[in-house]
């Protein structure tokens, strides 16, 4: 199921959220359950839109603009105007497939980071709409792994805690200026 809510999929001059950084501490806490979807809580999920497509992302999820709620926004083909993103509130996996695949990451919050993460190919998952109505998606492939890896964040996760290979996890870090130390390794899957 697919978002209703109008945004126009392009960059904006001032995107109306700030998206926050590995090592501020806002990105380790994790996210209340929406009691009720609501206006304001569309109102989030525009911005959150607004602000995911003028930083060119595929994925966004709230902890990232400092709003700790479980809400997250998908749209894996953002250059195609037709395609409505993906809203998913107060989101659940239910299943994993047995498939693991390992592909590239990168995250808003990690800029111009991009190391490779395992995760499970299928994913059933649970949530409710921007309606408030409750909805179950299978998902495999690439819209899969970002929508693992939103609901990461919702707990206070990063990619770069599920990456394996820890040379290139550090040098990755040193090159763009991101302390390890911000960094809590976790196996991958």
Same mark, same amino acid.
């Given at each position: 199921?697919?978002?209703?809510?109008?945004?126009?999929?392009?960059?904006?001059?001032?995107?109306?959220?700030?998206?926050?950084?590995?090592?501020?501490?806002?990105?380790?806490?994790?996210?209340?359950?929406?009691?009720?979807?609501?206006? =304001?809580?569309?109102?989030? /999920?525009?911005?959150?839109?607004?602000?995911?497509?003028?930083?060119?992302? /595929?994925?966004?999820?709230?902890?990232?603009?400092?709003?700790?709620?479980?809400?997250?926004?998908?749209?894996? =083909?953002?250059? $195609?105007?037709?395609?409505?993103?993906?809203?998913?509130?107060?989101?659940?996996?239910?299943?994993?497939?047995?498939?693991?695949?390992?592909?590239?990451? &990168?995250?808003?919050? /990690?800029? +111009?980071?991009?190391?490779?993460?395992?995760?499970?190919?299928?994913? $059933?998952?649970?949530?409710?709409?921007?309606?408030?109505?409750?909805?179950?998606?299978?998902?495999? &492939?690439?819209?899969?792994?970002?929508?693992?890896?939103? /609901?990461?964040?919702?707990? &206070? !996760?990063?990619?770069?805690?599920?990456?394996?290979?820890?040379?290139?996890? +550090?040098?990755?870090?040193?090159?763009? &200026?991101?302390?390890?130390?911000?960094?809590?390794?976790?196996?991958? !899957?």
């Amino acid at each position: 199921m697919t978002s209703n809510l109008t945004v126009t999929k392009a960059k904006l001059k001032h995107p109306p959220l700030d998206i926050h950084l590995l090592g501020d501490r806002v990105l380790r806490q994790p996210a209340k359950r929406v009691a009720q979807v609501n206006d =304001e809580i569309r109102q989030l /999920i525009r911005d959150m839109l607004g602000t995911m497509y003028s930083a060119d992302g /595929i994925g966004l999820a709230a902890p990232q603009v400092a709003v700790h709620k479980q809400v997250l926004v998908v749209d894996i =083909e953002p250059e $195609e105007a037709a395609n409505r993103p993906l809203v998913l509130i107060n989101p659940k996996i239910r299943q994993v497939g047995k498939d693991i695949t390992i592909g590239q990451e &990168g995250c808003l919050s /990690i800029p +111009n980071i991009f190391l490779d993460v395992k995760r499970p190919d299928l994913v $059933e998952v649970a949530y409710k709409d921007e309606q408030g109505r409750p909805q179950t998606l299978k998902a495999s &492939g690439m819209l899969s792994r970002v929508i693992q890896h939103e /609901i990461d964040h919702l707990s &206070g !996760v990063l990619f770069v805690d599920r990456v394996e290979n820890a040379f290139l996890l +550090n040098r990755e870090l040193a090159k763009h &200026g991101f302390s390890r130390q911000a960094v809590k390794a976790m196996s991958a !899957v």
